[in-house]
């Protein structure tokens, strides 16, 4: 009779310690499964801001600088409404654009929606572009070459400029530029030298008179050449042809035009860097386009279209704005 209660002891003995066993597995189970949504929360609030999906605005104040192209004052004014939907304080400034890249680069301005690359602003990238970030492409592809009116016959590529005294001597052997600090206007200049066309000046100006004097020979079926880009709207007005290039100086295809912050911006304000990735990655050349055409062609005011654009694209500036806090 002992003997037997003795084995019942021990058999109960063995029993609680596999059930005790048992609870410790199933406490550590819970610790890992806690644990791991625990990582995931915090995952997402380092993706997001917080655990929530919301990107925080992080500094108020907001400053862009672009230079005064056509494109540029389409765009800049949608960026910089967005921007004041979501609760910034927005600075435009226009510059010139050597001081645009430096004011980015030394922090002056917190980003530009106007650069060219990898060609037409190659030199300032070379220069400044550790100190920056290029976080986003609203065109991708932005053909520059010099550009004749169709009608200017036997002119179709750039070795047809080279003692060509006939179409040299009717525009004066000048090239009408824009102004001197234009990434194109350096791309010209390097072209001159690459093509060996001794006898070509390139006239500096600004791209406003430069159209004035194309719109005039335009008007007249008279010869002219300037340094052209796309997208813009006098490939809407006119009839012109681009160049080719066969040694690739204004880099082929065309560049891409960015959006490109000063280092740390990401940081400091999360929710302006998502807005403008996001509406970069919708922003398109025909939309630009028509923007161009609303502003150049039917003369209305930049901020005039902006509202217009953001009014007709709600459900786009929804998807813009989301999960950014408030």
């Not at 290029?134 to 932005?142: E, L, V, Y």
């Not at 010869?223 to 796309?230: N, R, V």
């Amino acid at each position: 009779m002992i003997k037997k209660l003795r084995f019942l002891g021990i058999a109960l003995v063995f029993v609680l310690a596999a059930a005790l066993v048992a609870c410790g597995s199933d406490d550590n189970n819970n610790n890992a499964d806690n644990e791991s949504n625990n990582t995931a929360e915090n995952d997402a609030a380092n993706n997001n801001g917080d655990a929530s999906g919301d990107f925080e605005l992080g500094q108020e104040d907001i400053s862009i600088a672009f230079v005064a192209w056509a494109g540029e004052q389409a765009r800049t004014p949608i960026v910089a409404k967005l921007l004041e939907k979501a609760g910034y304080n927005v600075e435009q400034s226009v510059l010139e654009a050597g001081p645009m890249w430096q004011a980015v680069a030394d922090g002056n301005a917190d980003l530009t929606t106007a650069a060219w690359l990898p060609d037409t602003h190659g030199d300032y990238w070379e220069q400044y572009g550790d100190d920056v970030d290029n976080f986003a492409t609203f065109i991708d592809q932005a053909p520059l070459a010099l550009t004749v009116p169709e009608y200017v016959e036997d002119v179709n590529t750039m070795e047809d400029l080279k003692d060509n005294e006939e179409f040299g001597d009717a525009v004066d052997w000048t090239i009408t530029g824009i102004d001197p600090g234009a990434g194109i206007m350096q791309n010209t200049q390097k072209a001159i030298e690459e093509y060996g066309l001794d006898d070509w000046t390139l006239q500096e100006s600004s791209e406003s008179a430069m159209l004035s004097a194309l719109m005039d020979a335009y008007d007249n079926e008279e010869p002219i050449i300037i340094p052209g880009w796309k997208p813009h709207q006098m490939f809407k007005e006119m009839d012109l042809k681009m160049l080719e290039d066969p040694k690739e100086v204004y880099g082929g295809e065309g560049d891409e035009i960015n959006a490109v912050a000063r280092d740390g911006l990401k940081e400091d304000a999360p929710a302006a860097y998502e807005i403008i990735k996001r509406f970069a990655e919708d922003y398109n050349t025909d939309m630009e386009n028509d923007l161009l055409v609303k502003i150049n062609v039917d003369g209305k005011d930049p901020e005039t279209v902006a509202d217009e654009f953001l009014e007709e694209n709600q459900d786009l500036v929804d998807e813009w704005l989301d999960g950014i806090a408030e």
